[in-house]
């Protein structure tokens, strides 16, 4: 059996000479199974990052509830230098979205592109 990686460095030739072999026995329900795959993890996905927002949540309540309890305290005299801070802060947090959304894009364009070979 060849792994994913064989697959994917194939020419399309080779893969169109596999795909008329008709010596090769495909079961009826092989796309129900391949869809039934691939809505599995994206299912695990959703739900494994709502339970990571809801921890991140509470954790960011008890966080927050703890310094409640202090006196609010200026730390910047400065307002310039406060928003030089706050934009920096903006900045990590953007490039860490943008990591994610990348992340997200490439896994995306793997999936489209083992369906498409599938549904071919």
Known sequence: MKSLKDIEN?????LEAVSLDETIVVPEDLMQ??????????K???WMA???ASIILLAGLGFGTARWQDEPKDTFDDPYLAY???EKA???MSDG???GVSMAE???????RTTSVFSE
């Not at 194939?10 to 080779?14: G, Q, T």
């Not at 199974?33 to 994206?42: T, W």
């Open 106 to 112: 490439e896994s995306e364009a793997i999936i489209v």
């Open 84 to 86: 030089a801070e706050l």
């Open 90 to 92: 903006f900045a990590i």
């Open 10 to 14: 194939m020419s399309l030739e080779h």
């Open 44 to 46: 695990r996905r959703v």
């Open 33 to 42: 199974k391949i869809q039934e795959s691939l809505s599995r993890p994206a």
């Open 97 to 99: 979205i943008r990591k």
């Open 50 to 52: 709502g339970a990571a």
